[in-house]
């Protein structure tokens, strides 16, 4: 991949330091998005028209319209310089290499509060809202409600029937959806001073790094294609009809 004209180090050097930090960010980041998400979303199907439903649209739909930069520069000033509650850069203390290991945990917790919230609010209203409309949609169609005039409860119509089809357009979009996660946010990591891809990347545009923005887009182009194929295989393990040649 070259060396780095701003950095005077070795492009993938650059890189391989980034991936565990992009790992770590991009894999708690999916857990709780989809954690939270899907539950709630069809937790809101169900409910479709109560207070539940209304109050979590209006918090969704809050949380749609933050951008998570402006998140997260908004809990620096109040829970970080104000507050004095969370730290205001970086991913871990100054002291890091001399804490024990339950303290390197505690502190690296600490540290991942703020920018992991800012990455978990950028998905999680777009994934909740699709969750609730498709099995809204599937709840309507007649092989769900043939199945409960035959006896079923609808609790298994639900999701033994209809949660199925409703997550397979999800499916479809979550290795893309990892595959940005992993990527990183060039405002969230610059905003929360984080070594990962996206603060690389914007470095090097501003250097006019070349070798670095060429190693980081070679990156970024290989975990589309993975993600590409992550979203076919879960589909297919997801939908019968789809099958492998």
């Known amino acids: ?72 520069a908004v809990m620096l000033i109040y829970l970080g310089a104000r507050g004095g509650w969370y730290p205001l850069f970086g991913l871990t203390s100054t002291d890091f290499s001399q804490m024990n290991f339950f303290e390197q945990m505690m502190d690296l917790a600490h540290h991942t509060v703020l920018p992991l919230t800012c990455y978990v609010i950028g998905g999680f209203a777009w994934l909740t809202m699709m969750m609730k409309n498709n099995l809204m949609e599937n709840l309507a169609t007649d092989y769900v409600r043939t199945a409960v005039a035959k006896g079923v409860s609808f609790r298994s119509a639900v999701f033994k029937h209809a949660f199925r089809n409703s997550i397979i357009p999800i499916a479809s979009t979550m290795g893309q959806l990892i595959t940005m996660i992993v990527g990183g946010s060039i405002l969230i990591e610059s905003v929360f001073d984080i070594q990962g891809f996206g603060l690389l990347q914007y470095q090097a545009i501003l250097g006019r790094d070349q070798t670095v923005i060429m190693g980081t887009l070679t990156i970024a182009a290989a975990l589309l294609l993975i993600g590409n194929v992550l979203s076919d295989i879960i589909v297919a393990l997801i939908d019968p009809r789809v099958k492998f040649n």
């Open 1 to 72: 991949l070259g060396v780095s004209t701003e950095f005077g180090d070795p492009v993938w050097s650059l890189i391989k330091d980034r991936i565990p930090i992009a790992l770590y960010f991009g894999i708690l980041t999916a857990l709780i998005t989809y954690g939270i998400s899907l539950p709630l979303g069809i937790l809101k199907a169900i409910k479709h028209r109560s207070a539940v439903d209304n109050l979590t649209s209006v918090l969704i739909f809050i949380g749609y319209a933050i951008p998570g930069f402006a998140l997260g």
